[in-house]
């Protein structure tokens, strides 16, 4: 079984003190805080995996630290004994391309020459990204953690006890906002134990950093099929690229052209997915409304968010069946760690893992989604069905918005009439019980969700769904 970092006392390892410098120097650089009251937009709906948690969870804007408690959680005459969490990154700034994006746009507005109009408002607005920033993780995007760490800690308080502190388990993508993530969430869980106490930096600390698991957080880059079929091939994303032509964002691409006073052959569908990131990335990092949020209507906002579901689902969604096998891995790992849980329990022993928490992409939850069943229209996303689509299912800032989180808990229930009743499951997305997919169910009996998932967790084998199909190079020759 895949084992993550324990949390032990004693000297600082090597990638604590590593991780400790990092976070400093990342800190060092970012001086960006959240407002008293965070500025909200009629565009936040609308943003997709740029969509900022509190929004998902409109609540939270009131009191952050509260915990989401769902009244469908199981009663108290079962006892939650295992939670196995994955959770995304929090907010992080934008990728190098999009502000080269960014930077582009720019100078066609500066280049325009002067106005009082939007555009000239746009121009002189600071355009305050740097390379550096690369999507890094910000301090809002640390504090989602700390709160979120905050929450599920008061939600579970038998599972996130002082006496299970030193049995966590954590596991992470190598990518620095992953790896940071982490590295906030036990800071979080340092106030819940110690309020009001500052933590102490992370080499310091009494819990080690997550350790880095590709294989399982990034398990798209590891599988060879998915990389040649929908990574690196042209056309896997042929409704994206058709989308970015049709009708409803050439409208818009003409509207902002007479908005902005440029030449509509200067702009294009990237330039304009960039703007409206854009007034998500000021809104969610540091929480104000900029004019680049005046630019765009709902109407433009729900096109835009089309535009960006379209790509999720042909990249990482329903689009092609591998995109959502090639999570097998994570699925499997998941049930080997309840599976663990269940035995342990069976045998009165305690249990060595009460807590584990895996921190990753977007990427790496939305195929373990799909392939679970959840958010499956009846027709595909495509670009030709977009009013069709109107009421989808499959909104990606619905389902993944930064640190959005897909949590098992497996429940002991000591009133159980048979030895099946005894374990049962819910799953939990962004704080909220989800239903068994393609049931009502808000919680199951374990060996009931194993067999409901049997053909995954039996069937289901990385290196067979990831092998790239052969090709016979030989020829039959008279």
């Known amino acids: 079984m895949l084992r993550g970092a324990r949390c032990l006392r004693g000297a600082p390892s090597a990638p604590s003190a590593v991780l400790a410098v990092a976070l400093l120097s990342s800190l060092s650089r970012c001086s960006l805080l959240e407002p008293e009251h965070p500025a909200v937009s009629a565009l936040s709906p609308y943003f997709g995996t740029k969509t900022r948690y509190e929004d998902a969870n409109p609540r939270l804007r009131r009191d952050p630290e509260a915990p989401l408690r769902d009244p469908q959680l199981l009663e108290e005459t079962c006892t939650p004994v295992q939670l196995v969490g994955l959770i995304r990154h929090g907010t992080r700034y934008p990728t190098a391309k999009q502000i080269r994006k960014l930077r ?18 746009l121009a002189a607005w600071p355009l305050w990204y ?27 308080p038998a599972l996130f006890s002082r006496e299970n502190y030193g049995r966590l388990q954590l596991i992470t993508s190598s990518k620095h906002r992953c790896v940071e993530s982490g590295a906030a969430f036990l800071q979080g869980l340092w106030q819940h134990f110690h309020p009001g106490l500052p933590p102490p930096d992370v080499a310091d ?11 399982l957080m990034r398990f798209f880059d590891h599988c060879e099929k998915f990389l040649t079929e929908v990574e690196r091939n042209d056309t896997a994303l042929y409704h994206v690229e058709a ?7 050439q409208n818009i691409l003409k509207k902002v052209a ?7 052959n200067n702009l294009n569908a990237d330039l304009i997915q960039v703007a409206f990131f854009t007034c998500s990335f000021d809104l969610a990092i540091k929480g104000v409304k900029s004019p680049w949020c005046d630019v765009f209507d709902t109407d433009d906002a729900m096109v835009l968010e089309y535009l960006n579901d379209l790509k999720q689902y042909w990249k990482r969604g329903y689009g092609y069946t591998i995109n959502s096998r090639s999570s097998c891995i994570l699925f499997q790992d998941i049930f080997q760690h ?18 584990i928490l895996q921190f990753g992409h977007a990427e790496t939850l939305l195929p373990l989604l799909s392939l679970m069943g959840y958010f499956k229209d009846k027709e595909p996303l495509t670009a030709y069905n977009y009013k069709e689509q109107m009421h989808r299912k499959f909104r990606s800032g619905h389902i993944v918005p930064y640190a959005s989180n897909l949590i098992f808990v497996l429940y002991h229930c000591k009133n159980a009439k048979t030895a099946k009743e005894e374990f049962r499951v819910q799953l939990l997305l962004n704080e909220k019980v989800l ?19 049997k053909d995954i967790l039996q069937s289901c084998h990385t290196s067979e769904e990831c092998q790239l199909p052969k090709v016979n190079n030989t020829s039959d020759e008279l």
């Open 104 to 121: 582009q746009l720019h100078g066609l507005l500066e280049a325009r020459g002067p106005g009082g109009d939007l555009g000239a408002a």
């Open 130 to 156: 740097a390379d550096w920033m690369d999507g890094q993780l910000v301090d809002k995007g640390r504090q989602d953690m700390r709160q979120l760490a905050l929450r599920l800690a008061s939600l579970f």
């Open 205 to 215: 600390m009494e819990c080690g950093p997550p350790r880095i698991n590709d294989k």
């Open 243 to 249: 989308f970015k032509t049709g009708p409803e964002m």
């Open 258 to 264: 007479a908005t902005l006073q440029v030449p509509v």
């Open 338 to 355: 309840l599976d663990k849980a269940v035995e342990q329990k069976k045998r009165s022993q305690p249990i060595s893992s009460p807590v």
């Open 435 to 453: 239903p068994l997919a393609n049931l009502q169910e808000t919680a199951s009996l374990y060996d009931d969700l194993k067999n409901h998932y």
